[in-house]
């Protein structure tokens, strides 16, 4: 680091305290870098040496940055957590503190009940995706180009599109990222192919009915990040495009930039946010960032330092990202049914070592972390989306499929049942499936987060004292928990299909370069054989054998699912829609029960609203007793548990 910058310092909330901790206050502003090629803890960074130099061989680079923290920072606890961010974005407040959340917190809402200021975390965000859109506090890094010897690099980028309506034109770009602009839209190397599954075969479009830009009412609007179909792009169907690229930004500097910001925040005596821990915390994207940040080192700082006292992949399945190559595009992500075959869901998947039967290879995720003393005390938590939708059993078995593989010691699993991707802060409409109707089902109400806020208490207490972590909780192979799709004993509730197909990942070849020089010259990649990937199995009710489940889970009031198909209308109905769950309630009695409904009714459940709430609050004890849920968290459940009665018995 060479320069910090702070350009907002303010109270938060006017000053409110929060409890022992006090007042905080909010520095934001920017950061200026500077890394050496020749370091080998920055060899790894693809292109590095590639980019250009100031006077004494260094490459700059900057990003900008956000920290909420104690006033008085002998208040506070002594850890930050560093929230990787989501494509700029902030989830931290929303997540913990049950607040509305902002890139700018500043309201009592955005702050939420206060859980992380109350417990004295200083909260840090800094930039590390070069590629998100300019916004106001959004986190970015500025990174620069890379060269051949001051000539310009170019290669070849790809993109699929699914969409669920017709459209004549679409952006290049994913999840509302920038995209790499065409170097010359009549190229013979750019392709757009069509087909109808994964592994489906493509069919060409010829170049005369599609181009680069928009259309809108007959006419070809110039767009280098766009794409246009003359007769238009079906809904559900997975077309894919290719284009030329030139000038590769250096992404694996964001990697850089969260290790050196964090390392200067602890060691640094000139620390604006001083700290004696650190926990990294991320989100789908982030938690596979975290996992990539370890596997390739970056828990140890230019001079060898642990980083990352305790790190939390939350929902970021067995994965990591395109985030430390040639033409990287940091938000791509994989997904069932859209994302498909980009460098996420590669090989190692397991923390600790092991060999790919079909290749041979020997590599695991805390290999390089291992080898210089720096691994992090570790939490994988995430939820039944990821099994169907992001590969996350092979975090705990064999790459086959077949067996289950050892956890190590410093690391924990927490599987939680019956939940989706994001969590449902509200119950489900009852009129309508979703604002966007783009699901078959009711998305699941199932909230994680009261459990989160005790796991991320358990590893705090790990990292500062050494207080072992509640135990593991996860499906496994050998109790017959985790099964094939196929073997999953569904029960039969009418209209509901349990899924044929789910998300698998494959040995994908990406070219000679890609293992050493980080470059892709297969576009798209040759797709090998899959892995094994496995689901939990459930009980009679459809819902989830093993795992944490949270007390609506514990006490059901009906079944819940990590899993939800297309909605018809936006074609290929039996595929999986990203991110989303399903819920279907207990019918209220037995004679309201629909024909061939084998699952009891509420009432055949539990006698009233008390019987109830009696055992939700025993559910709730029972996780407080196990470390799962924090006993100030319990009044906000019973009064869930209230609110979630009603909604069924309305």
């Known amino acids: ?152 690099i170019t290669g070849l980028a790809r993109t699929d599109i699914v969409l669920p309506a017709k459209a004549y034109h679409t952006t290049l770009g994913h999840r509302g990222q920038l995209a790499q602009p065409v170097l010359d839209p009549n190229s013979p190397d750019a392709t757009l192919t069509v087909r109808s599954t994964v592994l489906g075969e493509r069919t060409t479009i010829p170049r005369s009915e599609w181009g680069f830009g928009q259309l809108e009412n007959g006419a070809i609007k110039p767009d280098p990040t766009s794409v246009y179909l003359k007769n238009g792009f079906e809904p559900g169907k997975i077309y894919e495009v290719v284009w030329p690229v030139a000038n590769p930004a250096v992404a694996g500097l964001g990697l850089a930039a969260v290790r050196d910001f964090v390392s200067y925040l602890k060691n640094e005596a000139t620390s604006v946010a001083p700290v004696s821990k650190a926990i990294g915390f991320g989100i789908s994207q982030s938690g596979r960032y975290l996992r990539h940040f370890i596997y390739e080192g970056f828990n140890a700082d230019e001079q060898g330092r642990k980083v990352f006292d305790g790190v939390n992949n939350h929902v970021g399945g067995a994965g990591m990202g395109t985030f430390n190559h040639r033409f990287a595009e940091p938000s791509r992500d994989g997904t069932p049914f859209y994302s498909l075959f980009f460098p996420v869901d590669v090989f190692p998947f397991t923390d600790a070592d092991q060999t790919d039967a079909e290749t041979g290879q020997t590599d695991g995720l805390l290999k390089r972390a291992t080898a210089e003393g720096v691994v992090p005390k570790l939490f994988h938590t995430y939820t039944s989306y990821e099994y169907y939708g992001r590969v996350a059993s092979l975090l705990h078995t064999t790459g086959d499929g077949t067996a289950d593989a050892t956890l190590p010691a410093d690391v924990r699993i927490y599987f939680f049942a019956g939940s989706q991707h994001f969590p449902t802060p509200v119950l489900p409409n009852k009129t309508s499936l979703l604002p966007n109707n783009t699901v078959t089902h009711q998305a699941t109400p199932n909230d994680l987060r009261y459990g989160m806020r005790a796991l991320l208490m358990a590893m705090q207490r790990w990292i500062t004292d050494g207080t072992e972590p509640p135990v593991s909780r996860y499906p496994r192979i050998d109790k017959g928990s985790l099964v094939a799709v196929d073997a999953v004993r569904f029960p039969a509730i009418p209209n509901v299909v349990h899924p044929k197909t789910i998300r698998y990942t494959y040995r994908v070849d990406y070219g000679p370069d890609y293992g050493d020089r980080k470059i892709i010259a297969n576009q798209p990649p ?22 944490l489940r949270m007390p609506e889970g514990m006490v059901p009031l009906g079944t819940y699912t990590g899993w939800n198909q297309r909605n018809p209308a936006t074609g290929s109905p039996e595929q999986l829609t990203d991110f989303y769950g399903s819920y279907f309630p207990f019918a209220k009695t037995k004679a309201a029960k629909v024909a ?55």
Do not use: C
Request: avoid cysteine.
């Open 526 to 547: 040759k797709v090998g054989k899959a892995y094994g990937v496995k689901v939990p199995q459930v009980d009679a009710d459809g819902n989830e054998l093993d795992g």
């Open 1 to 152: 680091m060479s320069r910090v910058d702070i350009q907002n310092r303010s109270l938060v909330l006017n000053g409110k305290a929060f409890g022992a901790a006090g007042a905080y206050e909010r520095l934001a502003g920017k950061v200026w870098f500077t890394v050496s090629p020749d370091n080998p803890h920055n060899k790894i960074i693809a292109d590095l040496a590639r980019a250009p130099r100031n006077a004494v061989g260094e490459v700059e680079y900057s990003a900008n940055f956000y920290i909420l923290r104690p006033q008085v920072a002998a208040k506070g606890n002594g850890t930050a957590l560093v929230e990787i961010s989501n494509r700029g974005g902030k989830g931290a407040l929303s997540f913990f503190n049950m607040g509305g959340g902002s890139r700018n917190p500043e309201t009592e809402d955005q702050f939420g009940d206060g859980f992380l200021m109350n417990q004295g975390f200083t909260v840090v965000w800094i930039g590390w995706q070069y590629d998100t859109p300019d916004a106001d506090y959004a986190l970015k890094l500025i990174a620069p180009v890379a060269t051949e010897a001051g000539r310009t």
């Open 596 to 650: 061939g409904d084998p699952r009891k009714s509420i009432a055949e459940r539990y006698k009233n609203e008390a019987d109830y709430l009696n055992k939700l609050t025993k559910a709730a004890n029972d996780l407080v007793k196990g470390g799962y849920l924090l006993p100030q968290d319990l009044p906000a459940v019973r009064q869930r548990g209230q609110i979630f009665w009603k909604w069924h018995m309305e």
